[in-house]
């Protein structure tokens, strides 16, 4: 994989593991990481329907931070809407949170909206947590994933709290209109129209 990226002229920023992964293999996903030259280990995502259920599952990703980090690496959480469920007056992304205190955010801006929350309101507080953002769009109304500008989501002033130049942005579609290399591409010029307005 390291050789096929060089010669695309590529470099990986992430990798997605999921929970059963990191319990079974977390050393070789670090030392995967090692090899490829990306230093965020990600979690996309902890299915549990209850705040102690979710509060187990972070503290096992604390481990995990806490070992990564000496090997130069840094664990990270990928949102989905289903974390915007509330259990206790508290959404389930901030009990994740608050018993990893050491694991950063990769937020999903699509998933936050779906969740019925404004992906700006909800960062602005975790601004130094967020390790890289998923740069996915939100129709002007309904769920349906469309391309970057054509939405309701506010990248401006998001690209303001997590500039591209500190943090990565990975474009991500689920939905196309075209071929997914023209949807990738229409969401990227569209990221960059943004970028470049800033």
């Keep these: 994989m390291k050789a096929l ?7 990986a920023v992430s990798t997605h593991a999921g929970l059963a992964r990191l319990k079974e293999a977390l050393d070789e996903e670090i030392a995967y990481a090692k090899t490829l030259g990306y230093r965020l280990l990600v979690c996309p995502g902890i299915g549990a329907d209850s705040a102690e259920g979710f509060a187990k599952e972070a ?3 604390e481990e995990c931070a806490q070992k990564a980090a000496k090997e130069g690496l840094c664990v990270g959480y990928h949102n989905h809407s289903h974390e915007f469920v509330k259990y206790g007056g508290k959404y389930a992304l901030d009990i994740i ?4 205190p050491t694991v950063k955010l990769q937020p999903d801006l699509f998933w936050i ?3 019925g929350v404004d992906p700006l309101e909800y960062l602005e507080p975790l601004a130094g947590r967020i390790c890289a953002v998923h740069a996915k769009e939100l129709a002007k109304t309904g769920k349906e994933n469309v391309y970057v500008g054509e939405g309701r989501i506010d990248f401006a002033a998001i690209a303001k709290l997590c500039p591209p130049d500190r943090c990565p942005w990975i474009v991500e579609q689920e939905e196309y209109h075209s071929s997914h290399s023209d949807g990738i591409a229409a969401s990227y010029r569209g990221l960059r129209r943004i970028f470049d307005s800033l």
């Design 5 to 11: 990226l060089d010669r695309c002229g590529l470099k």
């Design 113 to 115: 909206a779906v969740g």
């Design 97 to 100: 949170l608050e018993n990893a």
């Design 59 to 61: 503290r096992f990703l």
